[in-house]
């Protein structure tokens, strides 16, 4: 009986047993698949970081307002990363900034092709109607040349032809005329009647006085009342009156100088206060614009500045251009104007306290690369305001610069101070 159970147990055994070539072979497999994996990950790693670099590039080139650089910089980390969502972002706010609204679309739509993202998709929506308010200014500017129609009461400068004054020169012919009053005493020859007493001629006895008859030809003078036609003419005597055209004198274009005053009431738009040869934007005449270009002149003197509340509360205000010759914008200057969503800023130092506070539909700001100073509040409460790229000339920001801006408000720097401003105030810096 013992030998039959061992018999059994060997067979079990080998039965049980699995072969060593088949375990080694499964051990070489799930290696493999490891490495695999390993592999995969490691060059995912490394992928994601390339792209990073590439993109954090291209910000300190738009921190710079080096387009050109950022573009190649943001379309290299795509061709490194296609799903890298911010590069595809920041590319399309490159393309905005330069006007190519156009390839800011191709952008977004592709990146939103290849990841899916809200995002995206959002920027998307921004951008569009960034070309709509663009269509919509292009249209406001067609009243323009109806300005140069109204410039069509130059034409009301016709009165030089009542420069006809010349024609009362004409009063000279009109000596003429008056000259023939003097044919109108052949109105005496009227007094034709005495040929009519041709009759003496019935004392034909006296036939020397025939001679007489042949000064009927006097009665041919008769003709001279043809000439009396001429005093139809006599009409223009009445042309006499115009002399009294005489109050139409050159004096009447005078009314010319009318036009003068419209000249001026473009310039109505803004207010100004002088100081030598500077000139700085205190208020607008017009609180109803929503367009406000700032002159870089005015009546010779250089747009420096803009006063403090300037633009306060200018609620129909949607877009702001400042030229590169006003170097500071003062406190609370465009406080509270709730439409406002575009500003351009091109050569500013300074911007003042709580300039652009509570300015709800704020989306896009541009900074110049002169920006030295953010005093505190201005652009707090900005809530539309998702991000901002800060140039490196930047080296002061105020307390609360960018407090309640959007939910996920990003700030876009390459420089240092603007780094640890974000880290203190809890704010993502890229």
């Known amino acids: 009986m013992s030998t039959e159970n061992n018999n059994e147990n ?26 695999v994996v390993v592999k995969i990950v490691t060059s995912s790693a490394d992928t994601q970081q390339k792209s990073k670099e590439k993109l954090d590039l291209g910000m300190k080139y738009l921190s710079e307002l080096n387009y050109e650089q950022a573009i190649v910089a943001f ?79 130059e034409p009301t400068a016709t009165p030089e032809p009542t420069a006809t004054p010349e024609l009362t020169a004409t009063p000279e012919p009109t000596e ?62 009445t042309a006499t009156p115009e002399p009294t055209a005489t109050p139409t004198p050159s004096p009447s274009p005078s009314p010319s100088p009318t036009p003068t005053p419209e000249e001026e009431e473009p310039e109505e738009t803004f207010k100004f206060e002088i100081s030598g040869s500077n000139a700085v934007l205190v208020s607008v005449a017009d609180d109803t614009i929503d367009v406000a270009e700032v002159p870089s002149s005015w009546n010779g003197h ?16 949607e877009k702001v251009t400042i030229p590169s010759s006003v170097k500071t914008i003062g406190d609370y200057a465009f406080y509270e104007c709730s439409n406002l969503e575009k500003v351009t800023i091109s050569g500013a130092t300074s911007i003042g306290e709580g300039t652009f506070a509570d300015c709800y539909s704020l989306t896009s700001v541009s900074l110049p690369s002169s920006l030295k100073t953010i005093d505190a509040n201005a652009f707090s409460g900005c809530e539309s305001l998702q991000s901002i790229n800060i140039p490196a000339s930047v080296t002061s920001i105020g307390d609360d610069a960018f407090y309640e801006c959007g939910s996920n408000f990003v700030i876009y720097a390459n420089n240092e101070y603007v780094r640890e401003y974000c880290e203190d105030n809890d704010i993502e810096c890229r």
């Open 10 to 35: 060997q067979v079990t055994m080998k039965k049980r047993s699995i072969p060593i070539p088949l375990i080694i072979g499964i051990a070489l497999l799930v290696i493999i698949v490891v490495i």
């Open 75 to 153: 379309n290299e980390a795509i061709s490194i990363d296609p799903k890298n969502v911010d590069a595809y972002v920041k590319l399309a706010d490159v393309y905005v900034m330069t006007g190519e609204y156009d390839r800011a679309v191709e952008v977004l739509d592709k990146g939103h092709k290849e990841t899916e993202s809200k995002v995206i998709e959002n920027k998307k929506s921004e951008v569009e109607q960034v070309i709509e308010e663009k269509k919509k200014e292009e249209k406001t500017l067609i009243p323009e040349p109806t300005e140069e129609v109204t410039a069509t009461p």
């Open 176 to 237: 003429e005329v008056t000259a023939t009053p003097e044919p109108t005493p052949t109105e005496e020859p009227t007094a034709t009647p005495e040929p009519t007493a041709t009759p003496e001629p019935t004392t034909y006895t006296e036939a020397t006085a025939t001679p007489e008859p042949t000064a009927t030809p006097e009665p041919t003078a008769t003709p001279m009342p043809t000439a009396t036609p001429e005093a139809t003419p006599t009409p223009e005597p």
């Open 302 to 317: 250089t747009v420096t500045g803009i006063g403090e509340e300037a633009f306060t509360e200018c609620s129909n205000l």
